[in-house]
Every structure is written in structure tokens, then in C-alpha cells.
């Protein structure tokens, strides 16, 4: 099993920066790709980030040149850095790894934009 355990969300004004990051513990080795996701009130999950072990990213559109994804294997821990943050990033952000053919997901933190 893998655990994984997000944190670093809260509320910012427009224009502001957070850091989340996506602690991993338990049998993790073999954790190929990790990624965030976010899902805003009424929308579906939606791909925000996505990093595999090698360190390929790629990002959605919306948060391109904004977020940063990144991963340290020594500390088992991926990071999100956004940065310009809008309103519309306002959301619940999820962190998963994929191993094996199966995705784990956390809990999730809250995201909130709002001046």
C-alpha cells in the first residue's frame, strides 16, 4: 500500500503563492509518475501537473508558465509551487502515484483564491 498525504493549502489573494506538497510513505517503490489534480465546486477532477520518475513534466494549459511541479525521492515528497494564483484556481487539489497499474490518491487540500 501507498500512502499519500498532502498539504500546504489555504487561502490567498489573487496574484499570491502557494506551495503544496504530496508526502508519500509505505511501499512506495516502484512509484513511476505522480501528479496533481484539482476539482473545483461542480466540475470534474481535472489534470493540474504531472512528473514522472525521471523527471519529465508536463502541465495543463490554465497553470502553464504559473506552477511549478517537482519531486524529491530522497525525502519522497513532490511539491507544487503556483505562483499569479487566480480565482479560478480556487479548488480542492489531490496528489496521486501510479505503480503497478494502480493509482493512489490523498485526501486532498483546499485551494481558496478570493481577495
Known amino acids: 500500500q501507498v500512502q499519500l498525504v498532502e498539504s500546504g493549502g489555504g487561502l490567498v489573494q489573487p496574484g499570491g503563492s502557494l506551495r503544496l506538497s504530496c508526502a508519500a510513505s509505505?511501499?512506495?517503490?516502484?512509484?513511476?509518475?505522480m501528479g496533481w489534480y484539482r476539482q473545483a465546486p461542480g466540475k470534474q477532477r481535472e489534470l493540474v501537473a504531472h512528473?514522472?520518475?525521471?523527471?519529465?513534466?508536463n502541465y495543463a494549459d490554465s497553470v502553464k508558465g504559473r506552477f511549478t511541479i517537482s519531486r524529491d525521492n530522497v525525502v519522497n515528497t513532490m511539491y507544487l509551487q503556483m505562483n499569479s494564483l487566480k480565482p479560478e484556481d480556487t479548488a480542492v487539489y489531490y496528489c496521486?502515484?501510479?505503480?503497478?497499474?494502480?493509482?493512489?490518491w490523498g485526501q486532498g487540500t483546499q485551494v481558496t483564491v478570493s481577495s
Open positions: 512528473i514522472t520518475s525521471r523527471g519529465s513534466t
Open positions: 509505505g511501499d512506495i517503490f516502484g512509484i513511476y509518475a
Open positions: 496521486n502515484g501510479a505503480k503497478s497499474g494502480v493509482l493512489y
